[in-house]
Each structure stands twice: as C-alpha cells, then as structure tokens.
Nanobody, 124 residues
Framework: QVQLVESGGGLVQAGGSLRLSCAAS????????MGWFRQAPGKEREFVAA????????YYVDSVKGRFTISRDNAKNTVYLQMNSLKPEDTAVYYC?????????????????WGQGTQVTVSS
C-alpha cells in the first residue's frame, strides 16, 4: 500500500520561509516523478511544482518560480518543497503526489497517489 505523509506546514509571516517534506512508502520511489499541489478554500487544486524520477528535471507554476524549490532524496524516499518569500496568496493546503510516470506531469491526472495534505498559512 502506497503512503505519502507530508509535514512541515504551519503559520508564517509574509516574507518568511517553510520547508515541506513528503515521505513515501509502498512503491519504488525512484521510479516515479513527484509533485506538489495546493488547494485554497473555495478553489480547485492547482499544480505547484514537480520533479522527475531522477531529479534531473523540475517544473514550476509561474507564480512560485524563483521562490520555491522542489528536490528529492531517493535514498530517503522523500521529496521536499522549500518555500521562500512567502506571500498571503500562498495560503493553502499543500499535497504531495506520486506520479504515474518517471517524467514531470503538471496535471492531477498524472498522479496515482496523494498525501493527506499539510496546511500552510501566510499572514500579512
């Protein structure tokens, strides 16, 4: 059974930083791309960032480019999202997801498994 467990969310002031982690188990982690998505109240879940199975390719939504960095440690079966210069509009529940493929995919349909989510709240 595949499990994804996120951690690292919390309350931070605008301009601050948080690092999210997602520990995976139940499948060969290094075979699959990983992604981060977020969902704000009343809005659809949106793509934030993704990384290929090897870590050699990454992709970001325009609104977080230059502020967020996705990375992975295949030895630890963990993917990270370093979030800097946070803005109030980054407030959402953040979900990690395990992909169906080794390459980066930016839509929810490209992911097989999802974590339970971690809340990120950025105050102004």
């Amino acid at each position: 059974q595949v499990q994804l467990v996120e951690s690292g969310g919390g309350l931070v002031q605008a301009g601050g930083s948080l690092r999210l982690s997602c520990a995976a188990s139940g499948r060969t982690f290094s075979n699959y791309a990983m992604g981060w998505f977020r969902q704000a109240p009343g809005k659809e879940r949106e793509f934030v960032a993704a990384i290929s199975s090897s870590g050699g390719s990454t992709y970001y939504v325009d609104s977080v480019k230059g502020r967020f960095t996705i990375s992975r440690d295949n030895a630890k079966n963990t993917v990270y999202l370093q979030m800097n210069s946070l803005k109030p509009e980054d407030t959402a529940v953040y979900y990690c997801a395990s992909g169906s493929y080794s390459r980066v995919v930016v839509t929810t349909r490209g992911y097989d498994y999802w974590g339970q989510g971690t809340q990120v709240t950025v105050s102004s």
